[in-house]
């Protein structure tokens, strides 16, 4: 089990072999319905513009123990950021990875002029929940919609 003191986070700038690894083994503890992110669609994320792909490691050259995409942008009623896809592996976690990420998230949200953050997350993964009230989000009364679209 691994076992960090110190979490590092880093933005992925480049797509190697260890973030193609990273998101094959972290992407099925987060979805069982999605297949990983391949190194097309790796670079396309990490190449996109307002899209920040923050990953964990262990100290130095340790491996990556978790991931969060953060996407911000500008509507109308000002610029905006939306949290997904939090992931930490199983041998990782309760050791402050998540709150690392989420905490690195929120920094790079409020440098990029955003006025508020967003995420969901199922009511059933509880910790994470729980995670999310403590860093300081609060459930918003509103309805969540979604339609699945062919070819996408």
Do not use: K
Request: aromatic content about 4%.
């Amino acid at each position: 089990m691994i076992r960090p003191t110190v979490i590092e986070i880093a933005e992925a700038t480049v797509v190697d072999a260890e973030l193609i690894e990273a998101f094959s083994r972290l992407t099925p503890q987060v979805s069982r319905s999605a297949p990983a992110p391949g190194e097309a669609e790796l670079a396309e994320m990490v190449g996109a513009p307002g899209t920040h792909v923050l990953v964990a490691r262990t100290p130095g050259d340790g491996p990556v123990v978790g991931t969060l995409t953060l996407v911000v942008f500008r509507i109308p009623t000002g610029v905006r950021a939306w949290i997904e896809d939090v992931v930490v592996d199983e041998s990782a976690t309760r050791q402050g990875v998540a709150t690392a990420l989420v905490r690195a998230a929120l920094d790079t949200a409020t440098a990029a002029g955003a006025r508020t953050v967003d995420l969901t997350s199922r009511p059933e993964r509880e910790a994470a929940n729980r995670l999310y009230e403590r860093v300081g989000f609060a459930p918003r009364a509103t309805n969540v919609y979604r339609m699945e679209l062919e070819g996408g």
